[in-house]
């Protein structure tokens, strides 16, 4: 079978493996052996593929936001032939079949498009997000960072009441966008003064929540700051670098600002709730589901999704047991 191996800066390819097997259950919890159908790349793959040193790289990085079927397990969860979402551990998902622990499984519904139940997993990481702040009725936020991640916590933040919801991004194709995932108003670094013009929409008062969608070596931290009122929250979800220059403490400490973190979602409540949320239809998907390759060509993929080439956003990745079941 296939799994990707990243061979030098932003060069994957596909090579021969064997089989995996069951690890044994032990302490009440089964695996199950899991077949990947569809998958999309994730702006925490692209450390991997550029090897920029953030992480050391294992054979089968960098894929992790994926369905598909249980071909065996030794636990009491799931049926051989049922569809899950499945999150592998440090994104060691690029393979045709891998070993996984059933906890890290959530079953899918049927009757939903297959691009939309591969959402529910960064749909996951939002809603996680999003429990820590006590609401957002009623409140002006600004997210920073208009690539998918953004663009979700977009929609969910206007979900969940919030009064203005400000998408900000370098990118005009991107902003292009916002508002068709909930935005009420956008701002686009270097050509907006996105300060004044965040100001403008909050009477004066900056931000009541920011949020940075960002992360790893662009990130925004001193940008959500300067945005965040008086009081207000910094919820930081883009992956920072390990040290951050420069950073404007004092500023944040005189505006008595508030800030949170957020990573590792729970598999018990926050994946199973954004599945129910995507069945639902709560929240618009489409407009970030961009572009779709064949395993075969995942070199292009990532190049795609790295150089955000053609306005892409959310790139999907069709494995051969996908293909099989069209």
Known sequence: MLAGHITAPCRIELVEVPEPVLPEASGGDGWILFEPELACLCGSDLPFFTLNGEHPVELGQSL?????????????????GQRVLAVPHVHRGLFERYALEESRAVPLPDGIPDTHLVLAQPLGTVLFAVRKLP???????AIV????????????????????????????QRLEVSPRMGATDVACVGRDDVADLVRERTQGRGADVVFEC???????????????????????????PETIDGLRWRDLFFKNATVLTSVYPDFEHDFPLAVRWVAEGRIPLDPIITH???????????????????????????????????
Do not use: S, W
Request: glycine share 14%; with cysteine; charged share 20%.
């Open 64 to 80: 992790h936001e994926m369905i598909g079927r249980v071909v065996a397990t030794n636990g009491t969860r799931f049926r051989p």
């Open 135 to 141: 609401t957002l009725v009623g409140l002006d936020v």
């Open 145 to 172: 960072g208009q690539g998918p991640m953004g663009q979700l916590f977009n929609a969910v933040c206007r979900n969940l009441g919030a009064r203005r919801v400000i998408g900000i991004d370098r990118l005009p």
């Open 214 to 240: 960002v992360g790893h070596g662009d990130q925004a931290f001193n940008q959500c700051i300067e945005l965040v009122a008086y009081g207000g929250r910094i919820l930081y979800f883009g992956v920072p």
């Open 292 to 326: 779709t390759f064949p395993l075969e060509r995942i070199q292009t993929a990532f190049e795609t999704f790295l150089e955000k080439r053609d306005g892409a956003l959310k790139v999907f990745i069709e494995f051969p047991a996908y293909r099989r079941g069209e």
